[in-house]
Structures are given as C-alpha cells and as structure tokens.
C-alpha cells in the first residue's frame, strides 16, 4: 500500500476516473467522469464519451504476442474485453469496438486509437502483466497444461471462448465415477470410448499420430451419442454445442477447433450432418488425421501459421467413417465399432445422460496432473510392449499404434482414476482392427473388379451381347480381358485411382503386362482390336490376401 501510494503521488497527470481499478498516468489526455479528451489548438476533441483505460497487459506464451485487457465504465459498472494491439491501435479497427458497447464513431477511431496507445506507452510499469495462452492442451516446456494453470488468461479467439469454459468441472466426482465405473464394466464399446478419451493427452508424450475411434450403427437408441458424451465429461461439459462437436461444419472449422483443443480430445457427432445433397459425406478423414491444417497465404503477402494439433478423434454417426474406396491412410486411422440393437452401448442412457450432464470434468484434470515424468517414461516402454505385440498379428502398424495407444490409456486411467484391477487388453481390441487386405485400397479395388466382371457378364460375351462390349472372360484361364477404356471409367467412376490400382495389380502378378512393358496388351478380342487389360480372376486360390506376395499400401 505505501508502494502504491508513493508512486501515485509521482504522477504528472493521473486519471480520475469513477471507481477505476487502476490509477495510470495520462499525459496530455483529459481523464475523468466525462470521458477521455484532448486540447487541438483552441478547441477540445473527445476520444470517448465514457471512461476507458487499458487494465493488464497479456503476452501469449506460444506467440509472445501482446494484447491489452480493456475496460470500460457505463451505465455505472465496469466492462472488459480483450483485444490485440493492432486492432487496437488501428483507427480502421478500433471502431469495431462499438459492437461491444464502446462509445466510438469514425470520427473519434482515430483519437480513440491514440489515447489507447499513448496510455499504455506512458505506463509500462503500472499496468500489471500476465502470461495468456489461447488454446487448451500442453504449454510452453510440456510442464503445464491448459486450462488447469491458475495464473494464465485465456486471449483466445471469441468464438472459442465457449469452447474453453467448457472444458471445466461441476457437480460430484464421486458421482461420476460412479456411474462411468458401472458403463466400462457394463459395456466393451464404451470402455474403449472411455479408454481413447484418456488417450488423447498421451500422443504427444508417446510420439503417436493422430487417430479416430467411430461407433456407427443404423439403429436408433443404442447409446452411441451417450458413450460419446460420456467420453468427453471426463474433461468438461458433454452437451452438444458446448463441447461435444457436430459435423455440421466447414473445413476450416475443423481444421481450427482441433488445433484449439489441441491435446484433448475432438468429439463429434452425427456424421450423417455431413452429407451433401447426393447423400454423399463430405467430410475427410485425412484432414484431421494428419494432426496439421492447411497452409493458407494472407493479405500481406506472407503464409499464416499452419495449425497443428495431437489429439484422438471421437465420432458417431449411422454409417462408417471410412468408404469402401477410401485410401489405405484413411482406413488405416479409424477403428471402427459397429453398434447393434442386440447389444447396447450404455444399457440405461437416460439415467447415465442425467448423471454425465451434471457431473463431469474431474478426471481429466487428476489424469493429466498423474502424467509425471517418470509415469511418461514408464508408459513409453510399456506401449512398445503393447505395439510389438499387436503388431504381430494381422493388423496394419498405424492400426496397432492406436490400438496400443488405447490400451496404455485405458491401464493408466484404472492406475489413477477407477482403481478397479480391469483393463483392456489386447485381445479385446484386437477384435476391432482391420486385417492388412482391408486397409489395402488395391486389394479392396481388385475385389471390386472381381464383382465388376461378375455383374456384367454379359458385357464379356461375344454372343448375345446386344449392349456394349467390353471385353472377354477366359473361362479356363480364369482371366478377363477388359478394354482399357472401359477398365479406366470403371475405377474413376467408383472412386479408385486407375494408376494406383494398375500399380497395385501389376505388383502383385494379376495383370499381364505386354512385351513393351505396359501394362495393357494390344490384341484382338472376339475379332475386335483395341488394348485390353488382361487381369487374373479371383478363384478359391488366389481370393484370399495371404496369398499375394506383399502389401503394398496405397495413399
């Protein structure tokens, strides 16, 4: 307090505004209940009509980017709101202020921006400074984690400030963990749900790629939405709108929520909300499963700051994620978990819904806080433990990482939070992933081609072929002539990439390439010239995955 009082006895020209958090020097500006104002030459000019002063300096820990928190008294109450320096300090700017209830015109932007500036010029050692981040996730050295920092500001987007409240906690803990305890021994799918929920914060300690977890079912009622809201109340409020996500969104939109959340984890549902007027989903695996945005160039010239996230993603929706002619990448990130009406997610959704909904946002905390160094040493050579062998059976490798991934997630959570001796192991995932010809798109493109031939056999016959023809099906050879053309528009049509399929075949010996080395064979065909692609047939020898020589993954 005599610090306080010493050093405002040395101001010049203090502000003398009505109940003021903070008394700053003004310089030549006119400060009190008035307003703010200014002597021009033989007349005063108002900057605002209302008293404002800057009230504490925030500097971002990620950019180092300054801003100001600014209040404002009308109406005989204090308001504030943050805002960056160059919006701030820009005449063409600081108007848009006047939506926030800032007395400000085109005519006083300029002295607005002015007084803003020269104030927080003349008090660099009166206002007080404070660190600010503005996204949740791992900070600075890794050491902390937002929003469970006491002393940081959130400066962020304001679009995303409901986003970031909602990560918080309310209610009873003991409550929820109650009822979540009761969900994962009830049901494998939403201890997986649980398990990938806890996951999240552990990518980037692990050093493990981004991945999704989609429960998809055509029958209504049977839990998906409430193992998804029970996913994510272990980190804030599950309702839709608040934290939980919809698909119904551009992008950009995903894009920026995802590096918003940054470390935990984006829940989204009803993936059906995606789909455009064909009734085809537009939403793309790849764009989130990357863990890094779009590259985008600005006004002045430059690129802006690629957004990068680490983060699982936690989907619902009436149908898989991933088409049948996605690529290998795209199938390879998701673990899909049919949700049928004979086996519900959450047995009794309406009394667990009522639980989540009023407690919620305990466990996220206490898990992160666990992560210790040590703790994250010991989970590193436990999840090469738990790669291995996953690794070793049929499944892919980014398939075994999530799939580990969820598995020293969900043996962690029962350490810290549930306590209960019953983990998942890696027999129960396994049963979720996808075999190597399933992800392969040249071997899902090779048994579409199969079933292509098959539907149109009379498309191959020379004989009461009174349509279209295509080619010639070699019954003791087991082989198809297709003419190229109508091979290529075959593919294209249905979403596969005609050179990475022929590639894929050509690999793996089911194509005859011709004596020039191409891989179609100029010749005649039922007396009709043309190039063919000659492909071998599918039979009970060679229709199986095991038997091709190698998998060859396709982007």
């Known amino acids: 307090m005599r610090q306080v009082k010493e050093r405002s006895l040395t101001l010049m020209n203090p502000s003398d505004f009505p109940h003021q958090p903070i008394e700053l020097e003004c310089g030549e500006w006119h400060c009190d209940s008035s307003g703010v104002s200014k002597i021009m030459k033989d007349r005063e000019e108002s900057a605002c009509l209302h008293p404002i002063m800057p009230v504490e300096r925030l500097v971002n820990i990620d950019t180092g980017e300054e801003k100001l928190r600014v209040g404002f008294y009308k109406n005989g109450i204090w308001r504030e709101f943050i805002a960056g320096k160059l919006d701030l300090?820009?005449?063409?700017?600081?108007?848009?202020?006047?939506?926030?209830?800032?007395?400000?015109t085109s005519k006083s932007a300029k002295l607005l921006s002015e007084y803003l500036c020269d104030i927080e010029t003349l008090n660099p050692d009166i206002i007080p400074e404070s660190g600010s981040v503005g996204r949740l996730g791992y900070i600075g050295?890794?050491?902390?984690?937002?929003?469970?920092?006491?002393?940081?500001?959130?400066?962020?987007?304001?679009?995303?400030?409901?986003?970031?409240?909602?990560?918080?906690?309310?209610?009873?803990?003991?409550?929820?963990?109650?009822?979540?305890?009761?969900?994962?021994?009830?049901?494998?799918?939403?201890?997986?749900?649980?398990?990938?929920?806890?996951?999240?914060?552990?990518?980037?300690?692990?050093?493990?790629?981004?991945?999704?977890?989609?429960?998809?079912?055509?029958?209504?009622?049977?839990?998906?939405?409430?193992?998804?809201?029970?996913?994510?109340?272990?980190?804030?409020d599950p309702e839709t709108g608040r934290y939980i996500q919809t698909f119904n969104s551009t992008q950009v939109s995903s894009e920026r929520t995802a590096a918003f959340l940054n470390n935990i984890p984006l829940c989204i549902d009803e993936l059906q909300l995606s789909r455009d007027s064909h009734g085809h989903s537009r939403f793309d695996v790849y764009q989130l499963a990357q863990g890094a945005g779009r590259g985008r160039g600005n006004k002045a010239g430059g690129i802006d700051t690629v957004p990068t996230w680490s983060l699982c993603i936690l989907t619902t929706g009436e149908s898989p994620i991933v088409q049948e002619?996605?690529?290998?990448?795209?199938?390879?990130?998701?673990?899909?978990?049919?949700?049928?009406?004979?086996?519900?997610?959450?047995?009794?959704?309406?009394?667990?819904?009522?639980?989540?909904?009023?407690?919620?946002?305990?466990?996220?905390?206490?898990?992160?806080?666990?992560?210790?160094?040590?703790?994250?040493?010991?989970?590193?050579?436990?999840?090469n433990e738990l790669f291995r062998t996953l690794s070793a059976g049929d499944s892919t490798e980014k398939q075994a990482m999530a799939a580990a991934m969820i598995v020293l997630a969900d043996e962690l959570a029962d350490r810290f939070i549930f306590k209960t001796g019953r983990t998942l192991t890696t027999e129960d995932i396994s049963g979720f992933l996808k075999a190597r010809s399933e992800v392969s798109a040249g071997h899902r493109a090779y048994n579409f081609l199969c079933d292509w031939v098959a539907v149109n056999a009379s498309r191959f016959q020379a004989s009461d072929n009174n349509g279209e023809f295509w080619g010639k099906v070699d019954t003791l050879q087991n082989k198809a002539y297709i003419i190229s053309a109508v091979f290529r528009k075959a593919l294209t049509e249905n979403g596969f990439n005609e050179r990475a399929v022929t590639s894929w075949l050509r690999s793996n010996n089911l194509i005859e390439p011709d004596k020039d080395g191409k891989n179609t064979k100029y010749t005649s065909v039922s007396g009709r010239y043309a190039r063919y692609v000659v492909m071998q047939l599918a039979d009970n020898n060679n229709?199986?995955?095991?038997?091709?020589?190698?998998?060859t993954e396709l982007l």
């Open 543 to 551: 229709s199986n995955a095991a038997a091709y020589d190698e998998y």
């Open 141 to 236: 050295d890794g050491s902390r984690f937002s929003p469970y920092v006491d002393d940081l500001v959130f400066d962020g987007d304001a679009n995303y400030r409901d986003l970031y409240a909602a990560v918080t906690s309310c209610g009873d803990y003991d409550a929820w963990l109650s009822e979540a305890k009761k969900c994962r021994s009830d049901s494998l799918t939403a201890h997986i749900m649980l398990a990938a929920s806890f996951a999240s914060p552990l990518l980037c300690k692990i050093g493990c790629l981004p991945f999704f977890v989609h429960l998809w079912g055509v029958e209504s009622g049977t839990g998906k939405t409430v193992a998804l809201m029970l996913a994510a109340s272990v980190w804030g």
């Open 325 to 383: 002619t996605a690529g290998a990448g795209a199938v390879n990130r998701v673990i899909d978990i049919e949700c049928s009406a004979s086996g519900n997610v959450i047995r009794d959704g309406f009394t667990t819904s009522s639980v989540i909904r009023q407690n919620y946002g305990f466990a996220g905390r206490k898990f992160v806080e666990a992560l210790t160094d040590e703790v994250t040493e010991q989970a590193r050579i436990r999840y």
């Open 89 to 104: 300090f820009d005449a063409s700017k600081v108007i848009k202020f006047a939506a926030l209830g800032v007395s400000v």
